[in-house]
């Protein structure tokens, strides 16, 4: 039995995954360093990048 969905769709919303986690830690540092509390906002932009990713990768990759 043959299945017409890609084979690489786990490493695609992994990778997806943690593209968002890095682009909001990135805009964490990035905000965190402008208001002089980068590790803070740092650490901030990744909890909410995991909530975001997770997100994300669920409404894109429902039938996983």
């Known amino acids: 039995m043959t299945s017409d969905r890609p084979t690489n769709r786990g490493a695609v919303a992994g990778s997806l995954l943690i593209a968002t986690i ?31 990713g997770f997100a994300l990768v669920y409404t894109r990759f429902r039938d996983l």
């Open 22 to 52: 890095v682009l909001c830690a990135a805009i964490g540092l990035a905000l965190g360093t402008l208001v002089g509390a980068a590790a803070l906002l740092t650490i901030v932009g990744i909890f909410v990048g995991l909530g975001a």
